[in-house]
């Protein structure tokens, strides 16, 4: 549980940069709800880092007064997860888009889900590459038609639910950009959550492929009887294509890699190099 004396307001989160996203972006209200949530975790701007690789989504550490890196495209959860490794003591957020974090960061995902870094990664969904002009993405949806893909998208649509579920990620939630304060509520549980917290924000993108309709349609509370601890249950809920369920699907409590990593280090302190090479000469 992160605990702190410190009282912040939302300004104490709000840098002097202006967010440079199209008017409507989705992401917008995701920055109102990390903002929201920070503050409400009280959680000090210099002990907190928020990192990004490459997109729309991924300038958020630019708008937010904490320490920040905008990294390299795809790489913003190892340098996370090493971030963590190296500064415990600090609170790491990854943020990113669908295509930086399932497409080519999409290996980076899979080892983040084994190791159970203590970090949360906040993914911004909207289904399309908006910072190249649209084209399709790995959530974009089968049948899916842009100016690269005229006659349809012939792959078949990325679940980023059911693949975290699948892959044991210990803490896996989802939420739209259109309801910030739920929002703010699940970056604060999962910031709380000791492990690998993973959460798929549906994130409109107004300019090249609206879902604004779509998914106000579609998106539904998790019902009340699910249990966050019924793996397979959350797996079912990911699997419904008629609705967008938001909430928290699924959530465990279990050792983390950098806290072993730390133990480890304790154990080995006092280790001699020298002492271990007379074995080999």
């Known amino acids: 549980m992160v605990q702190s ?16 996203w199209c008017p409507g972006c989705g992401d917008f209200g995701v920055l109102n709800a990390t903002y929201r949530g920070l503050a409400n975790l009280k959680l000090k701007p210099d002990e907190t880092v928020v990192v990004s690789g490459i997109g729309c ?20 959860l190892p340098l996370a997860q090493g971030l963590k490794m190296a500064r415990p003591d600090l609170t790491i957020v990854a943020v990113g888009g ?21 970090l949360t990664a906040i993914v911004m969904d909207n289904e399309t590459y908006g910072l190249t002009k649209g084209q399709t993405s790995p959530t974009s949806p089968h049948g899916h ?42 970056i604060e549980q999962a910031t709380n959550h000791r492990g690998f917290s993973f959460i798929q924000v549906l994130s409109p993108c107004p300019t090249f492929y609206n879902t ?9 509370p998790i019902p009340t009887t699910h249990q966050t601890t019924d793996r397979l249950g959350a797996l079912g809920l990911a699997m419904d294509t008629d609705k967008q369920y938001v909430g928290i699907f699924y959530q465990e409590e279990r050792p983390t890699m950098d ?22 000469l």
């Open 5 to 20: 004396t410190f009282s912040p307001t939302l300004k104490d989160y709000k840098s002097e940069v202006k967010p440079t």
């Open 57 to 76: 989504s991924s300038r958020m550490p630019h708008f937010i007064k904490t320490f920040g890196f905008h990294s390299v495209h795809g790489r913003a």
């Open 98 to 118: 669908d295509g930086d974090f399932f497409s080519i960061g999409i290996g980076h995902f899979v080892h983040a889900a084994l190791r159970n870094v203590d």
């Open 145 to 186: 038609t842009t100016k690269s893909t005229p006659y349809g998208l012939l792959a078949s649509q990325f679940n980023p639910i059911a693949t975290a579920l699948s892959l044991n990620v210990s803490f896996v939630a989802r939420g739209y950009s259109a309801k910030p304060k739920e929002l703010a509520t699940m």
């Open 212 to 220: 604004f309709d779509s998914w106000d349609a579609a998106v539904t």
């Open 259 to 280: 806290r072993a990593v730390h133990e480890l280090a304790q154990q080995t302190k006092e280790f001699d190099i020298n002492t271990y090479m007379q074995r080999y």
